[in-house]
Every structure is written in structure tokens, then in C-alpha cells.
């Protein structure tokens, strides 16, 4: 068991980032915090691709005409993870100008204060 | 399946009311007469195009249509056999009397426009009811006959009005969602919502689902009908104004629902299956307990209308009694009864109509010598619940007596038992009005009796139906007559209970719709 | 080749090129914006329509994008659903977009308008992509551009309620996301395929190597597109986004977003993964259950909410539940049944939002407590409310009866009569918070009148520019008459005549929905 979690690392880092992301995602109140913990998630799952791709002991994928029957790692998942980069790049921006305009609004990032000020000045309304 | 020629008959007896009510909404709110006009036309088309459809059942060759096809067995399909025409007729007739009626009563007070469109509305749904040639139809116009009623019954628009509106459109919401269920139950058992003479279901094996399934049914239109546990809005919903009391609360509404039981007991069910899987059995213990509770109650209650819709309850029982017994005579008896139930009904209510516009007078306490300053009022009156306690020749000794000797014939001695003394009750609760009326002295200074503020409000509502009608008339000036609008249709209403009571042509009708079942 | 074959393609690029001019086209000239749009979702709209009559005459129509051939290239493939889905989307969309024409600047700054209709377009190219794709990893970044795009409507009032909300449901949609990757990767690393048709024929065999990846990876599909979607208790993000957003974004979130969710949930689980649908039953057990729990628990919250999109936000959890009731008991007839919910639902609570939208706009009126009289402020409106809301009550004639009536039949077919009940309570929970809202629209007296905001008599200027024809005197004197600019009152008059229309002539719907559910749960292997 031991062995094959031993040969399996980069998964197991995966799932124990992964673990940390969600938590960070759910559990903490501050909103950069929160923001923080989704990327580490999503680079969590990231890693996953990029290890799955990797098959030990083989060539990156660049044909070489010396070594016409080399065998390659498989460069599908590092492309897909390429664009999954940039789709999390743009949410991560969103999510950081929206926290701007809630910071703007209430002055502080922390998400139960936010709720708190907004049920006070929802009454004042 | 067929489509026989006279179907567009079926069809336009739905929708000329639709057409009417249309043409109401279109009217001015001030237009009283031409809505009046608009209103009489729409109710007598339907009559006329049921006395059509009649004479064509006679020829032998009865209306059906498939008006529509919504989708994949849900049709929207019409047939006029005798049942379904009967009780049409019953119907249609009565709408022109109260389309009369109403138009005197509510004269001059706000919305009647709005009352009028969705009165229109409620006889299409009537009529829907009536003439539906399966299950799916007949759902659709129970299910809308609730909704076109609701203005009706909050018509005064009081917090009254909404809390009894309230009450009554969740009763009928959820009467039509255990219809729609026993539906569902038809389907898992033979796959098709057409009605058969002879019963839809005839042929399976009585089974839990059977029961449950005709459970569904009975409740879903018990609501309706107010059978005892489930007649709560009943007395509620007589806040609404007495024509809508009069009409829907002993006629058209309430009597869809016992005709929709009677209509799913022999058509989808059929006799066979009923008997076997014993559901009349076990419908007509709690239909007769509905029977004395309902005339327990009404003895006990002082307002005139509450009385008069708890009298309703237990005698909607003797229809469905008619059919449980499963018998032709107790059948017949049911049958008859549902027209003159109807008529003598509509009368009483019609009568107390009468009494709360020009007097402001709810409560029976407060009826002292009221004959006397009303003698033709209360004639009617007292001609109606002589009716009602089954003293010939007013049609309600005819379905008491066929209803009888039913019971006997069927060696159902506990229902005959709960035939008589209901009958005894029916007296102990009629007489001692008609016996106020005429024999106490007209006492003027009964508490309550101030236009728009009679006592709990119950029947009248909050804007005060009194003095509507009277051109200018104090309101409550003894010796008084109603006007003509609402006087006439109860006279002539009165005058058919005891035509019903000597001719017998409509008996041959329902000796002959018996038969064919 | 014909002209169609390419619409797979154009209808999802030709709104994504929209969402990216309409910047400049409101740069350029700000008045052309709502046109614009328009003009780009008829587009889309005449391209649906095109599809589903190329469909239904020749059958599923696969495209490879680039001329890759599969599975190396992507590829698009419209079958008789995804036709469908591509219909009711540019459909809807196109009415709202007409509405946004006289609506938008009530809820949306001027400055940020040329945005709003970019995130507009854009999320409707992405749930168009999400609809035809038959690539795995398209699939994800389709649906990124969706969750963008909506997340994007939402935010785009300026108000703090409405960034908050956007925030929350970015977060969580962006989790779901993540989950939804990380099942993507399990699957691709045991099949080795991205392409859906060659992933279903490699997991026929790999399934048996690999039982618990290949389970493992549908479970977090599932659990992403539920989250999306909004199923019970995954709902938290919902009424807040729905209700804070402006409403013509409420109709789109509501009315289509959820939906397109919901839809790749049912294709994931029943076409792509079909090879282990026989081991994956309890996770439909459990889908059955929260479908439950969405139907009664939405209905619940939505009865005692007391402002009027709050209330229509909590209704759209309780039926997204019928959704996921027919997808989870999988019948012909209850699969048949959440096609015909996911276009009827589509339909009513889109008019439901913009009629809500304009009793807003008009009267200034949120709250349900204030809505008294409305039936004689704004008939038209009102009366479409009512068709729509007596429809979502389920009442015969109406497209939301036909649904629950072929859910009943699904719940027949799977034997679980249980479910038959729980609908018809549901039935009457809807009526419990939907006809006290239609009773103080007909039968309670305004206490105070409702004012309407822009003066009738004198809207000419944003009608149109004088001296175009008809003639201003003519033009105010119809349009004066109507209770609301016609931009907005035609789509919601549309939509409720499309509940009637759905409602009483179901025949040939009804047809097209059973060879739909036929591919989906019956058919060959895609």
C-alpha cells in the first residue's frame, strides 16, 4: 500500500492539495482567502493532468529525426491544462475585481462581517 | 369513438358562455341591462342546444365528440348521454333564473361586471362537467369550475370573503389533485381515461389499487359534493353573495362533485367492480353518516344560510346514496333527486336572498312575522321546505319514496332507518322558520337589522347588499316586497317543485337513463 | 456540401464574434447596442431552427472542427436533444433580448451596457457550445465561458447585493468547475479519449478494469453539474444571484442557464457514461432523493419569501427538481418528461421574471405585499403572470399539466407511485405561494395607486425619432395605450402564449420528446 501510494506521489499531492483548496474554499471567512483556496484546488487538479500525462522514463514530446521511434510522454493533458491555466487566470480575475467592489461597498473582505453590515443597512433601507 | 353529427352542439353549449362572459368583460361596468340581455342569452343557449341534444338522444343517435386532441390519451372529448344531459338541463335551467336573479340583487354595487363574466365562465365549467366524455375532460372542468368560482365567492372582497375564498380554493385545489391522482390510478390499471357504460374498469380484479384509486376519486369530488369530513368551506363560502350561495352551493358546484362521483362510480367503475371490491358498501356508511350529521348540524346553526348549506350537505347524500345502493329504484331515487335537491334548493336560498336585500336580516332568530310583511317570499319559502321534508305534492316526497323503496328493496335497513329519521330532521330544522315566520309577530327593532351591519356579517358581506336593488326604497321598510328581477324566478321556481312533484315526464327520463345503466 | 452543415459551428461562433464586437458597437454608437443583440440571437435563432429541420430530415449531424477528424480534431455533433436544447436556447434568448431593448437601462449604467450585452452573448455562445460539443475537455471550457458569462449578468448591476451575489456564485460555480475537471481527468486517464462517442466505446470494455475510477469520475461529473445547476441542497448560491441580477439576466439564469446544467448532466450520465449505468445506481438513487428534497424544500422557502424574485428564485429550485426526478427515475416517460420541463420551465419562468421585470420598472414594485391591484395597472402583464404561474401550479391546458402529467406516467413505468404523490403536493405548494400573488393582482384595491413611471403620453422620443413613419401623433396614440413599451410587452405575451400554445396542442412536442428520450436512454450507443 505504502509502495503504491510511494510510486504514485504526484497523486497523492494532488488529492492532498485538492483537500486544502476546497477546505481554504469553504472554511475561511476572508474572501482572498477564499479565492486562494480555489486556485490551490484547481492547481490541484492541474498537477493531476500533468502527472497523468507523464509516463516515466520517456522523451518529451518533440520529434527528433535521430530518434524517429522514440516514445513520448503524452503532451494531450499539459495542453488541456494550458488553456484550464488561462480559464482559471480570467475567473481568478473576476472573482478578485468583484471582491474590490464588495471591499469598496463594506470595507472589509471578511464574508460574515459582509453579511452582518448588509442585514444592518438592508434595515436601514 | 365515433363523432356522431350533432357534436358541434356539445361544443357550443361549452363555449357560449365563453363567448358571453367575453362579451360581458367587453361591456361597460354601467351597462346593466345589455349585460343582463348578454347574460339571459348565454345561459338560455345552452338550454335550448341541451333540449337539442335530448331530442337527438331520442332519435337514438347521442352527441359525442372529440373536440381535441391535447396530446396522447389526454382528448378533449364530449358526450351527451342521458346522465350528463340530465344533469345539463338541471343546470342550464337554473342559470337563466339566477342570471335573472343576480341582476336584481347586485344592482348598483361594484364589480358586477366581473361577477357576471366569471358566472358565464362558471356554467361553461358546468357544462363541462356535464357533457365530459372521459376522465381528463372532466378533470380539466372540475379543476376550472374552481377557479372561475373563487371571484364569485369573494365577491365582496371583505377579510371575510378572502379568509372563506381562502378555505375554498384550497379545499377544491386539493379535491382536484386526488382527483387527478385517482387519474393516475386509472391509468396504472387499464391505460385509457374514456368512460364505458358498463364501467372503464370492468373486468380487473378488485386489488388495493382499485380501492385506493376509487378512494382518490371519492374524496377528490367529495370535496365538492361536501361530503361530511370534507364540507368545511361549505358553510364558509356562504359569504358570498346569495345568488352565488344559491347557484353554486346547492346547484352547480356541490352537484358536480356528486356528479362526478356518481359519473366515475358507474362509468369508470361500473356495478360489478363496485360491488365486488365494496366500495358502495363502504361509501354509503359514510355518506349516511354525512346524512344525519349534516341535518344534526343545520338544527343547531341560527344563521339562515349556514342553515340552508348544511341542509345541502346531508341531502347531496341522498343522491349518492341512490347510487351506492345499487339498485334501479334507491338509483332512480338519487337521480330524481339531484333535480329536485336543485330546484327546491334554490328556491330557500333564493328566498333568504330575498330576505337579507330588503331587510338586512341573516339570522332565523331575527325572522319573526316576517311572512306576514312577505307573504309571497315566504310562500316560496315554505313551499320549498315542505319539499325538502318530503310532504307531497312538492317534488321531494317523489325521490324520498323512490329512495324508500330502494332501501327496502336492497334489505338495507340501517339506510332506511337514516332515510326516515333524516326526514325527521329535515322537519325539525324547516318547520320551526316557516312556523316563525308566519305565527310570531313582525317585530321591527330586531338587533342586527341596520342595512350593512347585520350582526357577524355572515351571509351578506361588507358592502351591504341592502338597498342595491331598491331604487332609493328604504331598505328595510316592512310590508315590502323584492323587486321583480328577484321575486319572479323564485315564484317561478317554486311553481316547478310542485310541477316536478305531479308531472312525470321527467321520471320516464330517469326510468329510462336507469335502464341503460 | 450544404450550408447547414456548417451551423454547428457558426451558431456558437457567430454569438461568441457578437459578445466580442458588441464592445466596440457600443463604442461606436450606444443606441445600436440593443439592436445588435438582437440581431445577432435571430441569427443564432434562424441558425436553430435550420439545425432541428436538418436534424429531424437526415439525422445527427457530426462536424469536425478544422477538419481534424475525430478523435484526434474536436468535434461538434447535434443529435435530435442538443437540437432541441440549441432551439430553446436561441429561442428564449432572442426574447429577452428584445426585451433588454426597452428594459436595459432601467438596472444597467449606460457606461456599462456594451459589457452587459458581451457577457450576454457571450454566456449564450457558451451554453450553445455546452449544447452541441462531443468533446470532453470543449465541454469544460464551454462551460467556463458560461459560468463567466452569467456571473458576469449578475454582477453587472451596480448594486453591493448584486457583486456579493455574482461573488458567491462565481466561487461556487468555480468549485463545481474544479470537480468537474478533476472527473474529466479521471476518465481520460482510464479511456484515453476526449471525444465522447470513442470515450463510451472504450469504457464499454475499461470499465471493468477500472469500476471505481470510472464511477468515481461520473460521481463528480454529477456532483459538479448539480452544483451548477442548482440541485437541492447545492442551492445555497441560487435565490440571491437570481433575485439580485438584473432581470433580464434573472430570466437567462433562470430560464436557461440551470438548464443547459441539467442537460449535460442527464447527456453525461445516460449517453456518455452509459456503460456503467448499471452500476451507477445508487448515485441516481440519490439523485431521485435531492430531486425530492428540491421539489418540496424549494416550494417551502418560496412560501415565505416576500419579495417577488426571491419567490420566483426558490420556484426555480423546486422545479429543477422535476428535472432531475425524470432524469433519476430514467423511464421513457419520465426522461420524455424533463425534455418537456426543461422547455416548459424555460418558457414560464422566463415569463414569469420579465413580467415581474416590468411591474418593476413600471411601479417600482418588488415586494408582493405591494402588488395589489396590479391586474388593472398592467392587465396585459399580469395576465401573463397568471398564465404562467397558473401553468407552474400545473393546471390542465397548460404546458407545466403535460410535464407533471408524463412524470406521473414516468413514475408509473418505474413503479414508484410514491413520487406521483409527492408532484401533486408540490402541485398545491406552488399554488400556495403563486395564487396569493395572482389574488392581490385581481382581488385587492391598491391602497395607493401604483405610479407609473415615464410619462405615457410623452414616451415618443424613445419610440423612435420623430419624423420616422408612422407619424409621432399616431405612434403615441397606440403605443400610448399600452401599458408598457412593446419591446418588452411582446416577449412576455409571446412566452405566455407559448404556455397555452405547449399546453393545448402537445401532440407533435410530445412526439419529437419521446424519439429525444428514445436517444437518450433507448437508442444506440451515442
Keep these: ?125 | 369513438m365515433s363523432t356522431s353529427s350533432g357534436g358541434w352542439y356539445a361544443i357550443l353549449t361549452v363555449t357560449i358562455p365563453i363567448a358571453g362572459a367575453i362579451v360581458i368583460a367587453l361591456l361597460g361596468e354601467k351597462q346593466g341591462r345589455a349585460r343582463l340581455a348578454v347574460g339571459i342569452a348565454a345561459a338560455v343557449g345552452p338550454v335550448l342546444l341541451v333540449v337539442q341534444m335530448l331530442r337527438l338522444l331520442g332519435d337514438g343517435r347521442p352527441v359525442t365528440i372529440t373536440a381535441w386532441q391535447v396530446g396522447p390519451i389526454l382528448t378533449l372529448r364530449f358526450s351527451a348521454d342521458r346522465l350528463g344531459l340530465l344533469f345539463a338541463a338541471v343546470a342550464s335551467t337554473l342559470w337563466v333564473a339566477t342570471t335573472i336573479y343576480s341582476h336584481g340583487y347586485l344592482a348598483g354595487g361594484p364589480n358586477v361586471r366581473r361577477f357576471f363574466s366569471f358566472l358565464s365562465l362558471s356554467l361553461t365549467a358546468t357544462m363541462g362537467v356535464a357533457l365530459a366524455g372521459n376522465l381528463f375532460t372532466l378533470y380539466i372542468f372540475y379543476e376550472l369550475l374552481s377557479l372561475v368560482t373563487y371571484p364569485l365567492v369573494i365577491h365582496d372582497q371583505t377579510r371575510e370573503a378572502a379568509r372563506s375564498g381562502r378555505m375554498y380554493i384550497i379545499y377544491s385545489l386539493c379535491g382536484a389533485a386526488l382527483v387527478l391522482l385517482g387519474i393516475v390510478g386509472t391509468m396504472a390499471l387499464r391505460g385509457s381515461l374514456e368512460f364505458r357504460p358498463g364501467g372503464l374498469l370492468a373486468g380487473v380484479e378488485p386489488s388495493g389499487l382499485v380501492s385506493l384509486t376509487a378512494a382518490c376519486y371519492i374524496a377528490g369530488f367529495g370535496v365538492k359534493a361536501a361530503v361530511m369530513p370534507l364540507h368545511g368551506w361549505l358553510p364558509q363560502a356562504m359569504v358570498a353573495p346569495t345568488p352565488v350561495s344559491a347557484l353554486l352551493h346547492a346547484v352547480a358546484v356541490v352537484k358536480s362533485g356528486v356528479f362526478g362521483i356518481l359519473r366515475v362510480l358507474l362509468f369508470v367503475f361500473g356495478k360489478d367492480l363496485m360491488a365486488e371490491a365494496g366500495i358502495g358498501a363502504a361509501l354509503s356508511v359514510v355518506i349516511a353518516a354525512s346524512v344525519l350529521l349534516g341535518s344534526i348540524s343545520a338544527l343547531r346553526e341560527d344563521t339562515l344560510k349556514r342553515r340552508l348549506a348544511y341542509s345541502t350537505i346531508s341531502q347531496l347524500g341522498y343522491i349518492t346514496l341512490g347510487v351506492t345502493m345499487l339498485n334501479a329504484e334507491a338509483m332512480a331515487g338519487g337521480l330524481v333527486h339531484l333535480v329536485n335537491h336543485a330546484v327546491m334548493k334554490i328556491v330557500l336560498f333564493f328566498c333568504a336572498g330575498i330576505i337579507i336585500t330588503v331587510t338586512g336580516r341573516t339570522k332565523i332568530s331575527q325572522l319573526d312575522g316576517i311572512g306576514r310583511v312577505m307573504p309571497r317570499t315566504m310562500g316560496c319559502f315554505a313551499l320549498a321546505a315542505l319539499g325538502m321534508v318530503g310532504v307531497p305534492p312538492v317534488c321531494g316526497y317523489v325521490s324520498k319514496w323512490y329512495l324508500l323503496r330502494g332501501a327496502v328493496h336492497a334489505q338495507q335497513w340501517p339506510l332506511v332507518v337514516v332515510l326516515v329519521a333524516s326526514s325527521f330532521l329535515n322537519a325539525a330544522y324547516f318547520f320551526p322558520i316557516v312556523i316563525r315566520a308566519f305565527l310570531r309577530p313582525y317585530r321591527e327593532d330586531v338587533p342586527g337589522l341596520e342595512p350593512g351591519g347585520h350582526g357577524a356579517g355572515h351571509a351578506a358581506g361588507g358592502h351591504g347588499p341592502v338597498g342595491h336593488g331598491m331604487h332609493g326604497a328604504p331598505a328595510h321598510s316592512p310590508g315590502r316586497e323584492a323587486p321583480a328581477t328577484m321575486l319572479w324566478p323564485v315564484v317561478l321556481l317554486a311553481l316547478v317543485t310542485v310541477a316536478l312533484g305531479i308531472w312525470s315526464a321527467p321520471l320516464g327520463f330517469i326510468e329510462l337513463l336507469v335502464k341503460g345503466l | 456540401m450544404r450550408i447547414t452543415d456548417h451551423f454547428p459551428l457558426t451558431i456558437v461562433v457567430g454569438t461568441l464574434l457578437g459578445a466580442y464586437l458588441s464592445p466596440i458597437v457600443g463604442h461606436v454608437r450606444r443606441r445600436w447596442l440593443p439592436p445588435f443583440a438582437v440581431g445577432v440571437t435571430l441569427l443564432a435563432l434562424i441558425q436553430a431552427i435550420q439545425l432541428n429541420i436538418r436534424v429531424r430530415d437526415c439525422g445527427e449531424l457530426t462536424y469536425q472542427l478544422g477538419g481534424w477528424p475525430a478523435p484526434w480534431g474536436i468535434e461538434l455533433l447535434v443529435g435530435p436533444a442538443a437540437a432541441l436544447m440549441v432551439l430553446v436556447l436561441a429561442a428564449i434568448s432572442t426574447l429577452i433580448a428584445v426585451y433588454c431593448m426597452a428594459y436595459i437601462d432601467h438596472e444597467v449604467a449606460p457606461h456599462a451596457q456594451s459589457w452587459y450585452y458581451a457577457a450576454f452573448l457571450l454566456l449564450l455562445a457558451g451554453m450553445l457550445g455546452m449544447a452541441v460539443t462531443n468533446d470532453l475537455f470543449n465541454t469544460f471550457v464551454m462551460m467556463e465561458i458560461t459560468t463567466i458569462g452569467a456571473c458576469a449578468l449578475v454582477a453587472a448591476k451596480d448594486s453591493r447585493r448584486a457583486a456579493e451575489a455574482a461573488l458567491r456564485y462565481l466561487l461556487l460555480a468555480s468549485l463545481a468547475s474544479t470537480l468537474i475537471l478533476l472527473g474529466i481527468g479521471m476518465i481520460y486517464m482510464i479511456t484515453g479519449n476526449l471525444n465522447l462517442t470513442y470515450l463510451t466505446r472504450e469504457l464499454e470494455t475499461v470499465w471493468r478494469q477500472y469500476p471505481r475510477l470510472a464511477t468515481t469520475s461520473l460521481g463528480l461529473l454529477t456532483l459538479g453539474f448539480a452544483l451548477k445547476a442548482a440541485l437541492f441542497p447545492l442551492h445555497v448560491w441560487l435565490p440571491e444571484a437570481h433575485s439580485a441580477a438584473p432581470t433580464p439576466s434573472s430570466a437567462m439564469l433562470s430560464g436557461l442557464v440551470v438548464k443547459i446544467y441539467a442537460f449535460s448532466l442527464i447527456k453525461m450520465n445516460y449517453v456518455v457514461f452509459r456503460p456503467i449505468l448499471g452500476i451507477v445506481a445508487p448515485l441516481r438513487e440519490l439523485l431521485i432523493l435531492l430531486s425530492a428534497a428540491a421539489i418540496i424544500g424549494g416550494s417551502l422557502f418560496a412560501l415565505v419569501q416576500d419579495d417577488i424574485k426571491r419567490l420566483l428564485a426558490y420556484s426555480t429550485v423546486a422545479q429543477v427538481g422535476y428535472i432531475f426526478l425524470g432524469a433519476g427515475l430514467g423511464t421513457p416517460s419520465a426522461v420524455m418528461a424533463a425534455f418537456f420541463q426543461i422547455i416548459s420551465h424555460s418558457i414560464m419562468k422566463t415569463c414569469l421574471f420579465l413580467s415581474a421585470g416590468i411591474i418593476a420598472e413600471r411601479t417600482g414594485r418588488r415586494k408582493i405585499a405591494l402588488m395589489d391591484g396590479m391586474g388593472r395597472v398592467l392587465p396585459l402583464t399580469s395576465a401573463a403572470f397568471t398564465v404562467a404561474a397558473l401553468s407552474m401550479i400545473g393546471l390542465p391546458l397548460l404546458s407545466g399539466f403535460i410535464a407533471k402529467w408524463h412524470l406521473f406516467l414516468g413514475g408509473l413505468e418505474a413503479e414508484r407511485p410514491v413520487f406521483i404523490g409527492l408532484i401533486l403536493m408540490s402541485g398545491l405548494l406552488n399554488a400556495a405561494y403563486y395564487l396569493p400573488v395572482i389574488w392581490r393582482f385581481y382581488f385587492v384595491e391598491p391602497q395607493v395607486c401604483p405610479v407609473i413611471h415615464g410619462d405615457p403620453a410623452g414616451d415618443a422620443g424613445a419610440l423612435g425619432a420623430p419624423g420616422s413613419w408612422p407619424p409621432p401623433g399616431i405612434r403615441r396614440r397606440i403605443l400610448s395605450r399600452l401599458e408598457a413599451p412593446l419591446p418588452m410587452l411582446l416577449p412576455v405575451v409571446a412566452l405566455a402564449l407559448a404556455c397555452i400554445v405547449l399546453g393545448v396542442w402537445t401532440g407533435p412536442t410530445i412526439a419529437h420528446l419521446a424519439g429525444v428520450a428514445q436517444t437518450i436512454i433507448g437508442g444506440p450507443g451515442r
Design chain 1, 1 to 125: 500500500m505504502t509502495a503504491r501510494l510511494a510510486a504514485n506521489y504526484p497523486y497523492v499531492f494532488a488529492v492532498v492539495l485538492f483537500v486544502i483548496g476546497v477546505h481554504t474554499l469553504l472554511a475561511h471567512a476572508n474572501l482572498l482567502k477564499k479565492i486562494i483556496g480555489l486556485n490551490i484546488a484547481g492547481t490541484a487538479v492541474f498537477l493531476y493532468f500533468i502527472a497523468m500525462g507523464n509516463v516515466r522514463g520517456r522523451l518529451e514530446p518533440l520529434v527528433d529525426p535521430a530518434h524517429p521511434h522514440a516514445e513520448f510522454v503524452n503532451p494531450v493533458p499539459s495542453a488541456l491544462i494550458l488553456t484550464g491555466i488561462v480559464v482559471a487566470v480570467s475567473v481568478t480575475a473576476f472573482a478578485l475585481s468583484l471582491v474590490l467592489k464588495l471591499y469598496r461597498h463594506y470595507g472589509t473582505l471578511d464574508a460574515e462581517e459582509i453579511v452582518r453590515l448588509r442585514s444592518i443597512l438592508d434595515e436601514d433601507h
